[in-house]
């Protein structure tokens, strides 16, 4: 249940992708102008990540995910029934609003109800939810956008909604009890946000994730270019991207899941970033040394998604960790920055290297290079939080 809130919001990212040029021809409206319908959807997402973990510390989880995922429904089926690209920029926007509040409430769930190696390991299970729904979205995309045109993605997007909201209203628990609630209190959260951004450890971890995530997203972002133009690929294609992909980002996942309690989390960072550096060394000398070409220009994506996956869960269980008090909170930190990264990847990164398979090759190369120095720099300095004032207490609520 959780692993689906979490992949509601990456898999409405860019199951559209294939049908980005005939949005643009039935609206009349440029290539630029349609993949800001991303930028659309991604900028609201990352403020309002921000936003959901607070909500839920006061409000309870179970309460603020049934209603974000309703809303989220309700603009998922504005999207397929937009007039216009103005329109359905809108209704993007409406859409990120809403979508990561299942991802960023199921990790403080996690951590509400386990702890060590038993969070890691399903904290593992679902990133590897969260990390295969982008990679599976676009190749479902493509055969619903050949059989039944672009609106068709929409409406799909409509009915997994409802059919995870339904299993929610009936199965999620409140796990978060009235007494361990935090307040909304404006001058209390300023000041949260400002001790959990300001703590070195915390934003080391994440901008470590943020990074690798981030060398992912550029090929995600960029597939219509890398596949059709460079690899020379038709809109059923994707499968040649995304099933190596999401094999690789299984197996990490499945390994991560597999060591939890056996090694410590930062050996199971190290290992992750040794496969990553590895892939994208590969990567980079194979588009010096030869064109582009199936399958060589794909296999070493599968070993960099694969270490992604393994590093991924023992990082937020690290940076989650840092503040056990304000877990939704912190959640909401990391997934903020983590979206604004790939906010950047998508609107100002990807088009600058995907004009050739080298340069985005290099383009990951020095993202994660980013990403291992701000690991680096977690390693030697204390790995400690400073407490966060006390609240004032959340007032009681009634019902469920």
């Known amino acids: 249940m959780l692993a689906a809130l979490s992949a509601v919001g990456p898999f409405a990212i860019d199951a559209y992708l294939p049908s980005m040029k005939e949005i643009g021809e039935r609206f009349a409206a440029s290539a630029v102008t349609v993949q800001q319908t991303l930028t659309a959807y991604m900028l609201p997402f990352a403020i309002m990540t921000l936003w959901h973990g607070a909500i839920s510390d006061a409000l309870g989880r179970r309460r603020v995910t049934l209603v974000m995922v309703a809303l989220f429904l309700l603009a998922s089926a504005g999207c397929a029934l937009a007039w216009s690209i103005e329109s359905l920029l809108f209704f993007r926007a409406m859409q990120g609003m809403t979508a990561g509040a299942g991802m960023v409430i199921g990790r403080a769930i996690v951590r509400d109800v386990l702890d060590g190696h038993e969070a890691q390991r399903l904290m593992s299970q679902i990133s590897l939810v969260f990390a295969i729904a982008p990679a ?31 299993v929610c209203w009936r199965s999620l628990p409140e796990t978060l009890p009235v007494e ?21 450890p915390f934003v080391a971890l994440v901008v470590s994730v943020t990074c690798n995530f981030s060398a992912v997203f550029l090929y995600i972002v960029s597939a219509p270019a890398f596949l ?13 991207l995304f099933g190596p992909v999401t094999a690789g980002l299984v197996a990490g996942a499945w390994t991560s899941g597999r060591v939890a309690g056996r090694i410590t989390p930062v050996r199971t960072v190290g290992w992750g970033y040794g496969v990553m550096v590895a892939a994208v060394i ?8 030869e064109p582009p070409a199936l399958p060589w220009s794909i296999v070493p994506l599968f070993f960099y998604f694969g270490g992604s996956a393994l590093a991924m869960p ?13 877990r939704g909170l912190a959640s909401s930190c990391q997934s903020f920055v983590q979206t604004m990264g790939n906010v950047i990847a998508t609107a100002l990164v990807a088009p600058l290297v995907w004009g050739s398979a080298l340069t985005l090759a290099v383009g990951q190369a020095v993202v994660l290079a980013l990403g291992l120095a701000a690991f680096a720099l977690y390693r030697r300095i204390p790995s ?4 966060i004032a006390t609240p004032p207490r959340a007032a009681p609520h009634n019902g469920t």
């Open 228 to 240: 059709m133009d460079h690899l020379h690929v038709s809109e059923t294609g994707f499968l040649w």
């Open 282 to 289: 590969a990567n980079v000398a194979y588009h010096l040394l």
């Open 180 to 200: 361990r609630r935090q307040s909304l209190h404006p001058g209390y959260l300023l000041g949260a946000y400002w001790q959990v951004l300001r703590t070195a």
């Open 136 to 166: 599976v979205a676009p190749v479902l995309g493509g055969w619903l956008h050949v059989w039944f045109g672009w609106r068709s993605v929409f409406a799909f997007l409509v009915l997994f909604t409802a059919a995870v909201w339904t």
């Open 384 to 387: 400690r939080a400073p407490a």
């Open 314 to 326: 023992s990082l937020t269980i690290l940076a989650l960790d840092l503040f056990p008090t304000q």
